[in-house]
């Protein structure tokens, strides 16, 4: 069949928005017709080559559509069923899932290193050429083949053009705060970047109980979000105090239990160290340039200070996606305020420029 999708052929390239084959489903996948797609970081940062991507490839990871088909050994979808692709296949055998630890499947690190399916081939060609797959989910394609286990399987009343966000940001944010952090009631939390993900790790923060959320990001209509949908204070990093000065002062000088970085930069994670009070956590979910490398004082670690990086908000999807999907659909997670705008896949290049100057907080590609 064909698909229209938006390809990346080179980095700092625009991408190009193209009619592509796809082949159907094979052992252990599904088609899917994704209704939308969220635009996230990573995505940026692939197509700014911060982040490393095969060429030619469909990007996008944050979307939700329609089962259409599903190949042999498909037990658990069947067409017309509506789902959310995630990050994790959550194969159950690795390793890592054997642990418990879904969100460091072997598989997904293979999906993602590789643009190809589990078994090595891509479903997506131009004149008979391969063209990889981000994460194996490639949602800036109006169709796509996915994993089986890639797709979560959610309620018929849950509005796909909004919940698509809980594919990736949200649950890397509202995972982050209450299964990497586990932010406890009563606390303070600082969020460095308030874009789809720092917005999602204010409202897990909200979620559990924390008592002082402070929203930290240069823009003001993002800390105006950022109080919109749970910050109790916003911090300009750019005013000269700073940023460490600020958070301090709005926590008696001590500093927060817990700091997030939801930006992807080296300066601004080494931010969460100075910012956290003794024997409090940083949390760093952004991606920057994944060799660079970090510089943390030894008073910090004698202060019993701790560092954790979270991947995918430490998120068992099969658990969490549907439990999400009931915190919009009974208000407590707040979606339709950090969707800025609804595009068409043509206006994706738009999109990531808006992205780069800061602009809104999530577009939404509509098919
Ligand atoms: N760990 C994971 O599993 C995971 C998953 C998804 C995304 N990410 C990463 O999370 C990060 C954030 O993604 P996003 O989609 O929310 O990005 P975004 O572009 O939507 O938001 C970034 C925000 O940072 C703000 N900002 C810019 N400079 C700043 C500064 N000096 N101090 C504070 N804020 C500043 C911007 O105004 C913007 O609001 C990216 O690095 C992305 O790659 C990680
Ligand atoms: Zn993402
Ligand atoms: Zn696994």
Redesign the pocket.
Known sequence: MKTKAAVMYEANKPLVVEVLDLEGPKEGEVLIKYTASGI???D??VVHGV?GGKVPMVLGHEGAGIVEAVGPGVTSLKPGDHVIAV?TPSCGTCWMCKENKPYMCSQMGKLMATGRMLNGETRFSKNGKPVYHMAGLGTFSEYSVIPEGSAVKVGNNAPLETVCLIG??VT??VG?AINTAGVHKGSSVAV???????LSIIQGARINGAATIIA????AE?RELAMSVGATHGVD??APDG?IKQVRALTGGLGVHYAFE????V??IEQTWSMIRPAGRAII????DQKSKIKLGMAGILGEKRIK?????SAHPKRDIPRFVDWYLDGQLKLDEMITKRIRLEDINRAFDE?GR?EG??SVIMY
Do not use: E, N, Q
Not at 192 to 198: E, F, L, P, S
Not at 216 to 219: A, E, I, L, N, T
Not at 285 to 288: F, I
Not at 309 to 313: A, M, R, V
């Open positions: 996230c970081h990573s940026y940062s982040l990050l990736c940001g890397t944010g982050a460095i970047g308030c874009g789809g993900v720092g930290v990001d240069p823009m993002k990093p750019f940023p939801a930006l992807g930069r300066d601004t979910v952004g991606m920057p990086g979270s991947g995918y908000g992205m800061a907080a999530r």
